[in-house]
């Protein structure tokens, strides 16, 4: 158990709809980061937030979004799924950020499905 | 532009042998370099990490990792595999400047058969 918590584990939605990821980071880390892992792209970096505030942009598109909330738990929110949107989302944290960062805590992933 | 390239996609090995999984990346600068391992079903799990001093590098069940610097490489190791370590392996960089994030390479399919 790496302390990371996401939810839903399963998400299964229609074209067009949007979704809403929550993760949880472990106790005391102050960054949270977003990954996606799919079977054409592999594991892409979306975002990062780092105790409230965004921090570094990957391969995001418009349509997704995310903030940090002062609990510092974060949420991903994927607007007009399509299905090509279908993946593992991924969440991680770690306790700093920038040169001082030490490794990052993965969650269990939330496997979104988009029919 | 930069880059984390792992050579083999997939690896089928028997329990017993040894095998060296590559990993080679493009950044110029300093940087941090992991080793996750992901088991079927389960999350990204740390194997073994280089900040700084001993290129060579030792982390759980048994797995290494030399850092060669000129040669840009990072590659994972274990002397002799078992069953359990069928998962597919993640070598990452972390540019020490970039606010922590990690660029994975697309990873390797490891088979252990017995």
């Known amino acids: 158990d790496s302390g990371v918590t996401q939810t839903p584990k399963h998400l299964i939605t229609a074209t067009g709809q949007r979704v809403t990821l929550r993760c949880s980071p472990r106790s005391g880390d102050l960054s949270v980061y977003w990954y996606q892992q799919s079977l054409d792209q592999g594991l892409q970096f979306l975002i990062q937030y780092y105790n409230g505030e965004e921090r570094a942009k990957g391969n995001i598109l418009e349509r997704f979004s995310a903030q940090q909330f002062p609990d510092l738990h974060s949420e991903l929110n994927l607007s007009s799924l399509e299905l090509g949107d279908s993946a593992l989302y991924f969440c991680?944290?770690?306790?700093?950020?920038?040169?001082?960062?030490?490794?990052?805590?993965f969650g269990e992933g939330s496997r979104l499905t988009v029919l | 532009a930069q880059s984390v390239s792992q050579h083999n996609h997939h690896v089928i090995l028997s329990e017993a042998a040894s095998r060296e999984l590559g990993c080679n990346y493009s950044?110029?600068?300093?940087?941090?370099l992991f080793w996750y391992v992901q088991y079927p079903g389960q999350h990204l799990q740390l194997l073994l990490k280089y900040f700084s001093g001993d290129p060579l590098v030792k982390g759980i069940k048994g797995f290494e990792a030399e850092f060669i610097k000129s040669k840009f490489s990072f590659n994972l190791r274990k002397p002799s595999v078992q069953w359990s370590d069928t998962a597919e392996y993640f070598c990452?960089?972390?540019?020490?400047?970039?606010?922590?994030?990690?660029?994975f390479g697309a990873g390797t399919q490891v088979v252990v058969t017995p």
């Open positions: 991680a944290s770690s306790a700093g950020a920038g040169a001082g960062t030490g490794e990052l805590f």
């Open positions: 990452a960089v972390m540019v020490t400047d970039s606010w922590g994030k990690l660029q």
């Open positions: 950044y110029g600068g300093t940087v941090n």
